[in-house]
């Protein structure tokens, strides 16, 4: 049935067992259906997206901004700590972080607008930037200064920690990289992120790819779920999906890759 896309469709479409398993799985009933249900499918699961598919490289690159700023300290491995003017200060959570505001403004057009165009923040020596933390604002400022991941700041992503705060710096440094149209860094924390996805935290970064748009993301999140070899992961991945906010969802997109198999 697995390996039939004819079989798969006559039995999840036309025999409506696609709305069974649903409806079992968005009840409320904590009966044994359902944690049948739910063993079933981390079991089918594992089958169609580990079993038959060869893993995909993920070939991270990182690409430094470059500008030409000349430094008798460039050498360095942390550009933004060697800069010795900080004219410039950002208050995230009560923490005051500063930088340079020439390199901020020849390292991003957006940085350019709002530090030298008729924004406010023009005008200003310190700048408040809610909704973010402080690791992800550091973050973003060592990249604008031209930092590699020879600096200690950009490097703390390649380590291979996968760590819940691990995964949380990441998503916060996304968004903020989404947010000011860093489309380089964004897309090496992209794929930083991949491999970083396991079947527990995949709700959670399923839900900024489906908030971001990220079609892909949201595949490998939902694949994830089912790439554990022990069984209890894939049941806790299953279940923290199913009582988040995007159940509805991720039951669509599964259903979805098991009939295209």
Do not use: W
């Not at 940085?111 to 930037?129: N, P, T």
């Amino acid at each position: 049935l697995i390996r039939n896309t004819g079989l798969t469709k006559h039995y999840f479409m036309k025999q409506k067992f696609m709305e069974t398993i649903l409806q079992q799985l968005t009840s409320d009933d904590s009966s044994s259906f359902r944690e049948a249900f739910i063993e079933a499918l981390c079991f089918t699961g594992h089958i169609v997206f580990m079993s038959h598919e060869a893993p995909e490289k993920n070939n991270i690159k990182f690409t430094p901004v470059t500008f030409d700023i000349n430094s008798a300290t460039s050498a360095n491995r942390c550009k933004f700590e060697s800069v010795e003017c900080k004219n410039i200060s950002f208050c995230v959570q009560d923490t005051i972080i500063s930088a340079n505001r020439d390199v901020l403004a020849q390292g991003s057009d957006l940085f350019k607008a709002m530090l030298e165009g008729h924004y406010s923040e023009s005008k200003r020596e310190e700048i408040d930037v809610a909704n973010t933390t402080p690791f992800a604002v550091r973050y973003i400022l060592h990249y604008l200064h031209g930092c590699d991941l020879s600096c200690e700041v950009l490097n703390s992503f390649s380590k291979g920690k996968k760590s819940d705060d691990a995964l949380c710096d990441i998503l916060d440094t996304a968004v903020l990289s989404h947010r000011y149209m860093l489309s380089d860094l964004l897309d090496y924390l992209l794929n930083v992120l991949k491999d970083m996805i396991s079947p527990e935290t995949a709700c959670h970064v399923f839900h900024f790819a489906l908030t971001y748009d990220y079609p892909d993301l949201v595949v490998n999140c939902v694949k994830m779920v089912f790439s554990s070899p022990l069984v209890a992961k894939r049941i806790t991945g299953f279940q923290n999906f199913l009582s988040g906010p995007n159940a509805e969802n991720f039951i669509n997109v599964l259903f979805d890759l098991f009939l295209e198999r």
